[in-house]
């Protein structure tokens, strides 16, 4: 059983389109987290969430919208979506202050 | 707010060379400190960690040393392998946040 497993792996889409990516986690953690990950490896957290309530929201455009339905999954909503967002996205959960475990990452391309 | 700063790459190495990646970090309380790794087309995992000053982690002949008085947290293995070649990330948690470094690609040669 994969830990912590999002879908879909990868996804092409055009500029202007509305995409989801979805994650869940099967190790009863309370935390989980979104982060984007660019082309120079660079890693910067966007969302985290405890026990289904916001408690990160870094500097990301409104087009970006988690949604928690509970404590297990952790889905991300991208409207509109533009060339600048193509990276690729990791989920993540942990106990809190403690080992993250990721997700396999989705590889998002925006044409 | 916290912040991790790590070297940059890349480094490039012949196998059984000695390797240092530097980490140094900002941050207020008692944050736990981390190192992991990335292979080529997978997510992150936990290479090893420190919870308070002077903990060393220790995996797969990696080892850091948490030291609170020049905040740092260097990554070194004494014979790197070319199964080594892989991104490398510096990371601090404190209170359900964790940030990470820039990452450092280590390529180890035959």
Redesign the interface.
Known sequence: DTAVSQTPKYLVTQMGNDKSIKCEQNLGHDTMYWYKQDSKKFLKIMFSYNNKELIINETVPNRFSPKSPDKAHLNLHINSLELGDSAVYFCASSRGEGELFFGEGSRLTVL | GDSVTQMEGPVTLSEEAFLTINCTYTATGYP?L?W?V?YPG?????LL?ATKADDKGSNKGFEATYRKETTSFHLEKGSVQVSDSA?Y?C?L????????G??T?LTVKP
């Not at chain 2, 997978?42 to 936990?46: D, H, K, S």
């Not at chain 2, 948690?93 to 990470?100: G, P």
């Open positions: 736990s981390f992991y990335q997978e997510g992150l995992q936990l960690k991104v990330f990371a948690s404190n209170i359900n946040d964790m940030r990470f820039a990452g690609r």
